[in-house]
């Protein structure tokens, strides 16, 4: 049976120990040949048209030309190369930027060794890899694009405390109603003013009315 032919790496980032460390990195994995390194953008994307490597891994924030604008010159010219971003923060302007620009994986630099030869591995079977912050940050980010498009998404049980606070009940007798205890009633109150962007009741009540939950009389806050 022949061998696979290892995965080719190109990395990049303006802090030598960083590189340093990546290169003791990739240098002990069989599966993985690193090709050489860069210390900017422009040197990045020189190499990578001479190397043709199979990965690009390459810091975000680079002199020259930084990893977003780099990322897209590199996806126009050499199209069978995948590149994994690299930054200090999980930022969703960042991470989105990378995304549009062709980026395939995106890790925080604090993320274990082992998490950074995944995403190589991953990206070089063709899929799409980010770190755990990453991922939390695009989805609250997509949750919050749905919720700008269709409102936020109530359950049942939190339509109907909004329905009895609007009625003027106190949270103990929402409890009693609704079989909860008066804490459980108060989490939810604030879970509600959270989604719905109120800061107050009168905010709740005002949404309320506003979307049909509440059709009665406008209450006293």
Not at 17 to 27: D, E, M, P, Q, V
Not at 107 to 120: D, F, G, I
Not at 151 to 160: A, N, Q, R
């Amino acid at each position: 049976m022949p061998i696979s032919k290892p995965i080719s790496v190109l990395i990049a980032d303006d802090h030598e120990l960083f590189r340093k460390g990546l290169r003791i990195l990739l240098t002990h994995e069989d599966d993985i040949e690193l090709l050489g390194e860069a210390k900017d953008g422009v040197e990045l994307f020189k190499k990578a048209v001479e190397l043709k490597p199979d990965i690009v891994v390459t810091d975000i924030h680079m002199p020259l030309s930084d990893g977003i604008e780099t990322t897209i010159k590199l996806r126009k010219k050499l199209p069978h190369t995948e590149v994994i971003g690299l930054s200090f923060f999980a930022d969703s302007r960042l991470i989105k930027a990378m995304i549009d620009a062709g980026a395939k994986g995106y890790l925080e630099k604090s993320v274990e060794p082992t998490e950074l030869l995944l995403a190589v591995r991953a990206v070089a079977n063709k899929q799409n890899y980010f770190c755990k912050t990453t991922m939390a940050v695009l989805t609250e980010e997509n949750q919050a694009e749905k919720d700008k498009l269709n409102g936020p998404h109530l359950t049942k049980k939190e339509i109907e405390i909004i329905k009895l606070i609007c009625e003027e009940h106190t949270s103990i007798e929402i409890a009693g109603k609704l079989n909860l205890s008066p804490r459980t009633v108060e989490t939810h109150r604030e879970r509600i003013l959270h989604k719905i962007r109120a800061t107050n009741i009168a905010g709740l009540v005002v949404y309320a009315m506003q979307n049909d939950i509440y059709k009665g009389r406008k209450v006293s806050c």
